[in-house]
């Protein structure tokens, strides 16, 4: 059992980890996020399977279409959804990110179906048993690529110019793009990147949690709740809450009952942000004045 | 003046047009179809107007019902929406003055029309909802009728099964966290009960859980020889893949929610051996109601074989309701609902049907025509529904 609930944990936390990293990106560079991570998530998985099993096409090819779909997807939310707002001053990116989200949902219903699908995985064929607990190797994978990806991000944010745009953006915008930085530029790659890294979640997952229209919303929630405790400004804040969160859900699955799962897991965000409402990772609230 | 003269005019050619149009050719007998035919459950509605058309089609080719009356469907769509489905029950009444109406899958839609028959005094004919209450309802006089499963009987064949031919006595339960699971919990502990059967665990998912092999771990710890499943497609499958995950093959026995929908999309051979009740299969030999429905399904619908019939139940079911709605109407010699729903009540002629001979199949007391003798049992092989015998 405790094998079992080790294995399963960190497989869903590191994709709350990859999702939650999204917000952060936006955040940082924009102190705006895209609500509908969840949706960018079951879009991620939707287009891959219409490549890969609908139009029979090779998976790196699909791999790839899914990568182009979901950066212009990032970029259409930056456009339409969040700059208009995000110029204007006003938080009213919130409301209409969560529409976006809301629209994409119901265009997957009317073209992809409301049922679910499963997503062929060489990887989910057989599972490995091992001491009483079976896991597929696609649960193992999930966390690798997860916490790799998460690494790549770091190096991008710190070691190349991208990174030092968006340092820059988020320190001051005015400034930045004083400085001859192209500030809607740089918030709209922020965001690509952010819905790419939903979509790579949404496809490892697919061959776990099947295809379906709905499958990213609670994904997107909890990620979000995964931002909330290590702190939405902190990358590795996130990262280790992401883990954290996949086990302690685990754990309390195995060991109380699936129905406490959800009660503990929002029970910890808002124990989190009376206790340090920046995060666990982020540095203590400041005021800005 | 001259202008109400003319109105006056038109107003009398209108009636005199609806006078001669109801002597040329004699009003059709309309029956009403509420059910989800669109969304996640739009196969079941389908299959459902499948049956009761081509039952329609033979009763209209042998020249209708009270003297050369046609049958005529109208369909209304209840989004699996409980409030939605007592606006279409009304509109099919009172509007479209449909005689009888068909129901859906959903439980919990038919249970919020129940009130609504006996106030419009139409009956009603579920084809698949299984919910206990909907046809106990505790009204008198009854307007539902329903010639489909009923949770109580299932989880009586079910529990039969389990204990009498496979042999187990452990059983680990597998609910889902709804109505539906509840009402089957309430029914699987009175008939295992009276087995003499507890089961050594129960435990519950929710929709669109990701893994269940928490809840089997627990069952497998608690010592489960088989496990009890009431599930719909999606969660089934998430049950079937969890149980390949951890290893345990556990012998399954399930409600029927997993005949629906993609189950064996989703699973492939995992959900080999898992065995499930139906009212019935289209496998196998079959009767000549079968036979010439599986012929109208190919000529009408395109349906290839007995492995393409979508959501076969609901087919098998609404044909039956249909034939044995249209027998009622022509002993009430009326399609007032009060006298068909009496007629339905008393039917005095044998009906040799798809499913079963009916004799007499509702009474005061009792309206589910079909009950747990009825049932079959099936089990996935290779992705296909294959009978299994019970003895």
């Not at chain 2, 042999?167 to 009175?190: F, I, V, Y």
Request: net charge positive.
């Amino acid at each position: 059992m405790l094998l079992q609930l080790v294995v399963s944990g960190p497989a869903l936390g590191s994709m709350y980890g990859l999702v939650a990293l999204g917000y952060h990106i936006t955040w940082v560079t924009s102190r705006t996020m895209n609500f509908s991570q969840g949706h960018a998530v079951m879009a991620g998985a939707v287009v891959a399977y219409a490549a890969y099993v609908g139009l029979g096409w090779p998976l790196p090819a699909a791999l790839l279409l899914m990568l182009v779909a979901l950066a212009l997807f990032g970029m259409l939310v930056e456009r339409v959804a969040v700059r208009p707002f995000f110029l204007a001053g006003s938080p009213a990116w919130l409301l209409s990110t969560i529409a976006l989200g809301i629209i994409a949902e119901n265009v997957a219903m009317l073209s992809f179906g409301k049922d679910a699908r499963a997503f062929p995985s060489a990887l989910t064929r057989k599972p490995i048993l091992l001491g009483g607990a079976g896991f597929y190797p696609q649960e193992l994978l999930i966390p690798i690529v997860g916490l790799a990806l998460m690494a790549l991000v770091q190096v991008l944010y710190h070691r190349t110019r991208w990174g030092k745009q968006w340092k820059a953006v988020a320190w001051n915008a005015e400034a930045a793009g004083l400085m001859g930085i192209n500030v809607p530029r740089a918030v709209m790659a922020a965001y690509a990147l952010s819905a790419l890294l939903a979509g790579v979640a949404g496809v490892l997952l697919a061959p776990i949690l099947n295809v379906a229209p709905t499958m990213g919303t609670i994904i997107g929630l909890k990620a979000f709740a995964v931002a909330i405790i290590g702190g939405l400004t902190s990358a590795p804040g996130i990262i280790v809450a992401g883990l954290g969160y996949g086990l302690i859900e685990s754990f309390v699955a195995g060991y109380v009952s699936t129905g406490a799962r959800e009660i503990v897991g929002f029970a910890l965000v808002i124990l989190v942000l009376v206790m340090r409402p920046g995060g666990l990772g982020g540095a203590p609230a400041t005021r800005r004045v | 003046m001259r202008r109400l003269a003319c109105l006056g005019l038109a107003l009398l050619a209108l009636a005199a047009l609806t006078v001669s149009v109801g002597a040329q050719s004699k009003e059709p007998i309309k029956i009403g179809l509420a059910a989800a035919v669109s969304g996640g459950s739009a196969a079941s509605g389908e299959a459902i107007k499948r049956g009761i058309q081509i039952a329609m089609d033979e009763v209209n080719a042998k020249g209708g019902l009270l003297g050369g009356r046609k049958l005529e469907m109208v369909i209304r769509d209840d989004e699996g929406n409980p409030a939605k489905g007592v606006t279409i029950a009304r509109e099919l009444v009172e509007r479209e003055k449909a005689t009888v109406v068909f129901g859906g899958l959903h439980t919990t839609v038919a249970l919020a029309q129940v009130p609504v028959w006996a106030e419009l005094k139409t009956p009603y004919m579920g084809a698949w909802a299984a919910g206990t209450n909907i046809t106990r309802n505790g009204q008198t006089p009854n307007f539902v009728f329903r010639v489909s499963a009923n949770d109580d009987y299932v989880d009586k064949y079910l529990a039969r099964y389990a204990v009498d031919v496979m042999r187990k006595g452990k059983p680990g339960l597998l609910l889902e966290n709804t109505a539906w699971g509840q009402s089957n919990e309430t029914g699987l502990g009175k008939w295992l009960g009276d087995k003499k059967v507890k089961p050594v665990g129960i435990e519950k998912f929710n929709w669109n859980d990701p893994d269940m092999s928490p809840q089997l771990l627990r069952l497998k710890g608690a010592g489960a020889d088989h496990v009890i499943l009431v599930a719909n497609a999606p969660e089934g499958a998430q049950v079937v893949k969890s149980r390949a995950k951890i290893g345990w093959e556990v012998p399954m026995i399930s409600h029927w929610g997993i005949s629906g929908g993609r189950f064996a999309e989703l699973t492939g051979d995992l959900s080999d051996g898992v065995v499930f009740v139906q009212t019935y299969s289209f496998f196998g030999k079959q009767n000549e109601r079968g036979q010439a429905l599986l012929k109208a399904l190919r000529e009408k619908y395109n349906v290839k074989g007995p492995e393409d019939v979508i959501a076969p139940v609901g087919t098998a079911n609404a044909y039956d309701g249909m034939h044995l709605v249209a027998l009622a109407i022509e002993q009430a010699g009326s399609t007032e609902g009060a006298k068909v729903r009496d007629a339905l009540e008393s039917l005095k002629s044998e009906y040799k049907g798809l499913i079963k001979t009916y004799k007499q199949p509702f009474t005061a007391e009792q309206h589910d025509a079909l009950t747990d003798a009825d049932y079959v049992m099936v089990v996935w092989k290779h992705g296909k529904i294959v009978p299994v015998d019970v003895k």
